[in-house]
């Protein structure tokens, strides 16, 4: 990125809910880390350039320790002979503040269940409320080449250079709220230019997709593009395909604006260059998210191969043989998952194609138990098990996980300063807000009227996907790749389609919301993912292939859709 051609602001985007509980574990055993530790391998590499060219560099690497990394990238600096302005943001840390909090009538509870902090009885290890951009303007204009970040949103890390570069109010609602659509699209790199995307065989083969820029403009609005000579390809759908990642209702929050995403228009700007325009904001919300993580306990699991005949029969000899006779029964552990993945076909030309996979996942808060007891009766089980038994994986000792905890906060008790290596503190003021009601979730509207000359057929044929985590939850984007296509997605899919073509969101909580100026509908299902990424015994525990799922089940299609489809794709 900074040798590929002009750059004004390099952005790093290091975290995640997972990822703060893998950098509490790191600090655990360093109480001098908790940040990204590559972060300073690659600024050693590209420092002095982006010095030279006069790059700033913004970046939430900091993580749990945004301080440590600061003084340590200056240490790395002094030994390369350079002075950059560094700065470093703080207050985002409620972990030390829980109690002040609860005493103060802040319950914490669960966005979720509702349950409250000390009604769940858990101790965090780990508590940061999600902060804006305007801490990272205000080192920006105080001198600093670079700033590092702890947990601020992703989008953060465009819209706090931004408002800097340009000037913004903090009630600059839509100008603000077109940065947070171009940070949304920049968050996951290669994604907005070609990696992950539903249609990839029609990319230009050859090299990996390159990295994405935002030419940001003094309104708002931007081009999403990236350097010449690399791969990959930015397209109307690869951005469209980026934006719907991992979002819910329209009205998307972030601690600097409500940002309409319904209001976003997408348009060609020439080969490799997406505009976005037309974004409308709101004022910010009265409340930050707060991501906090507890140890939940510890997890075994162990994954057995069952081969050719009597598949399901040998599943249930398995688990009853392993789990009843060898282990107590479920009931022994506080959680018990079996999963029987079905990958077999008949008559298989290969013994890999005959193949299926039992998992068998148990968590509790006693180690021994998950731990070596598992195991053994594991193994013991080989001898006397069905036939063909074989294990693809099992574990000697336990791991331990962590449960993520989303929550609320008013703004008003976040404290967040600026802090300069020569010590100098700047506080950073809480922009405009607003109390911010959620929209219910949209009434099916679709007519489910297939009618007509239809086809059954992939979805995928004709409608692109996206999927992602959101804690517990998982979204589903599904966007049309033509207006007829959209008219037949919009009328046709709606929450008991998609139930349907989703049997895992049976039980669930499913909320439907159009985005017509994208050509897209998005899915939310509440609870999908248990207690987040870390906790969930799903196999695809952060929903990334969800919607590929969904592409591949079948519909009845209008065969005018699908001959539309072979002629344009």
Not at 428 to 448: F, I, L, N
Request: charged share 25%.
């Amino acid at each position: 990125m900074v040798e590929g051609g002009p750059l004004d602001v390099l952005t790093g985007d290091y975290l995640a809910e997972l990822t703060m509980l893998i950098l509490w574990k790191a600090r655990r055993r360093d109480p001098s880390g908790g940040y990204a530790t590559t972060f300073l391998a690659q600024m050693e590499q590209v420092l002095g350039t982006c010095l030279d060219r006069g790059i700033k560099v913004v970046t939430n690497a900091g993580g749990l320790n945004p301080g440590g990394l600061a003084a340590e990238l200056g240490r790395l600096a002094e030994r390369l002979g350079l002075r950059p302005g560094i700065a470093h943001i703080e207050g985002d840390d409620l972990l030390d503040r829980i109690p002040e909090l609860q005493r103060d009538g802040h319950s914490l509870a669960h966005l979720g269940s509702g349950r409250s902090l000390a009604e769940a009885g858990v101790e965090p290890v780990t508590a940061n409320a999600y902060l804006g951009g305007w801490g990272i303007a205000e080192a920006l204009r105080s001198g600093a080449d670079i700033v590092v970040c702890p947990r601020v949103t992703d989008a953060s890390l465009v819209v706090g250079p931004a408002a800097w570069a340009f000037d913004w109010r903090p009630d600059d609602w839509d100008r603000l709220a077109g940065a947070v659509v171009a940070g949304h699209v920049l968050e996951c790199g290669p994604q907005a230019t070609g990696g992950n995307f539903a249609f990839f065989t029609e990319l230009p083969k050859g090299g990996r997709p390159g990295y994405p820029i935002a030419e940001i403009a003094a309104d708002g609005s931007s081009v999403i593009t990236k350097h010449a000579g690399t791969g990959g390809a930015v397209t109307v759908e690869t951005v469209t395909a980026q934006i719907l990642y991992e979002i819910g209702a329209p009205d998307y929050l972030n601690p600097d604006v409500v940002t309409r995403f319904d209001t976003v228009a997408l348009s060609g700007d020439g080969p490799d260059r997406v505009r976005i325009s037309g974004v409308r904001g709101r004022p910010a919300p009265d409340t930050a998210k707060v991501c906090l993580n507890y140890q939940g306990g510890y997890r075994n699991s162990a994954t057995f191969i069952l081969t050719g005949l009597d598949i399901e029969a040998k599943a249930d000899h398995a688990v009853g043989s392993l789990l009843d006779d060898g282990l107590g029964g479920a009931d022994a552990f506080a959680e018990t998952d079996v999963r029987l993945l079905r990958t077999d076909v008949p008559d298989a030309p290969e013994s890999t194609q005959a193949e299926a996979r039992l998992r068998i996942t148990v968590k509790d808060a006693d180690e021994r138990k998950v731990g070596r007891r598992f195991f053994n009766a594991v193994a013991e089980f080989g001898l006397s098990s069905y036939p063909g038994m074989y294990l693809e994986r099992a574990d000697r000792a336990a791991s331990a996980y962590g449960v993520y905890w989303p929550a609320l906060v008013p703004v008003g008790v976040l404290r967040p300063e600026v802090v300069f290596q020569d010590g100098r503190r700047l506080p950073v003021p809480h922009p405009p807000t607003e109390r911010y009601g959620a929209p219910p979730a949209e009434a099916s509207r679709a007519k489910r009227a297939a009618g007509g000359d239809t086809v059954r057929a992939p979805l995928g044929l004709i409608i692109g996907a996206r999927s992602g985590d959101k804690g517990g939850d998982a979204n589903v984007g599904l966007w049309a790749r033509t207006d007829g296509a959209f008219e037949w997605l919009r009328d046709h899919l709606d929450v008991d389609l998609f139930r349907e073509l989703l049997a895992e969101a049976a039980g669930l909580d499913v909320e439907r919301y159009e985005l017509p100026n994208l050509r897209a509908v998005n899915f939310v299902v509440r609870g999908l993912l248990d207690d987040g990424v870390a906790a969930t015994a799903r196999p695809d525990p952060q929903a990334k292939g969800l919607g590929e799922y969904v592409r591949s089940r079948f519909a009845d299609i209008p065969r005018a859709l699908l001959k539309e489809a072979v002629a344009t794709g």
